[in-house]
């Protein structure tokens, strides 16, 4: 006659110490499955915050340079002007 086991009202017919020796290999299975997942869980989190800190750094930079270029081109076409009219004016001037 096979040995039959009652826990938590269900009918086993495992011996208990097979039981109870695979209760314990499963429970601490997804306790350690669990705390791989909470770490892997944080890790990911770290990172999105740095990728987004990182993103805003760039924008900000980004945005900085688009600046700096627009008054680089507006210096840039005023010594220009600036350039052409020194050459009108040499032009204009008779030769001494």
């Not at 340079?65 to 680089?72: G, T």
Request: aromatic residues 6%; contains cysteine.
């Amino acid at each position: 006659m096979a040995h039959l086991a009652r826990v938590d009202g269900t009918l086993y017919t495992s011996p208990p110490r097979k039981l109870l020796k695979f209760f314990i290999a499963s429970r601490d299975g997804w306790k350690i499955t669990c705390r791989e997942a909470k770490k892997t869980i944080k890790r990911l989190k770290n990172r999105l915050r740095y990728i987004e800190q990182r993103t805003a750094q760039l924008k900000q930079q980004r945005q900085e340079l688009d600046a700096e270029c627009v008054r680089l081109r507006e210096e840039n076409q005023r010594l220009r002007t600036q350039v052409a009219t020194l050459q009108k004016k040499q032009r204009s001037m008779p030769n001494s």
